[in-house]
Structures are given as C-alpha cells and as structure tokens.
Nanobody
Framework: QVHLVESGGGLVQPGGSLRLSCAASGTIFTINSMGWYRQAPGKQRELVAT???????NYADSVKARFTISRDNAKNTVYLQMNSLKPEDTAVYYC???????????????WGQGTQVTVSS
C-alpha cells in the first residue's frame, strides 16, 4: 500500500504563485510516474503535469510556461510550482503516482486526497 500526502494549496490572487508538494510513503520499489491532475466544479478530472523517474515531463497545454513540475526521487516527492495563476486554474489538485511496489510486479496507480487551489481577487 502507498499513501500520498499533499500540501501547499490555498487562496491566491490572479497573477500569484503557489507551490504544491506530494510525498509518497509505503511499499515502494520505484515510482514510474508521478504528477498532478485537477478537477474543477462540474468538470472532469484533467491532467496538469506528470514526470517520469527518468525525468521526462508532460504538461497540459493550458499550463505550459506557467507551471513547472519537479521530483526528488530520493524523497519520493513531487512538486508543482504554479506561477501566473489564473481564475481558471481554480480546482482541487490531486497527486498521482504509478508505483511498482516489488521488482517484476505490475505497477499500481495511487491518488492523494486532493488539495484546493483557489485563484480569486
């Protein structure tokens, strides 16, 4: 079993910045991919950014050049630096991790509990 604990959400004015963190704990051999999704009221959950253990990054078009994802593999932690925030970035942000618990075992997907990000003046 793997647990994801998120932190860093809150209320920020348009144009402001926030940094989200997510730490994974439990039975972990390797975290193949780790990142963030978000869900706004009345909308489906959508990809924000993910990063593989090898360093490849994938961003939603709507956040490119404003958000930066990074990982500390030694700490099993992923970060999301969000700059130039817009009201449309308001959502619950969920941490995601695809984890191989034991060598040669198929990976499993895990989700955090979510952290609210509100961009408003």
């Amino acid at each position: 079993q793997v647990h994801l604990v998120e932190s860093g959400g809150g209320l920020v004015q348009p144009g402001g910045s926030l940094r989200l963190s997510c730490a994974a704990s439990g039975t972990i051999f390797t975290i193949n991919s780790m990142g963030w999704y978000r869900q706004a009221p009345g909308k489906q959950r959508e990809l924000v950014a993910t990063m593989t253990s090898g360093g490849s990054r994938n961003y939603a078009d709507s956040v490119k050049a404003r958000f930066t994802i990074s990982r500390d593999n030694a700490k099993n932690t992923v970060y999301l630096q969000m700059n130039s925030l817009k009201p449309e970035d308001t959502a619950v942000y969920y941490c995601f991790a695809r984890v191989t618990a034991i060598l040669y075992r198929a990976p499993d997907d895990y989700w955090g509990q979510g952290t609210q990000v509100t961009v408003s003046s």
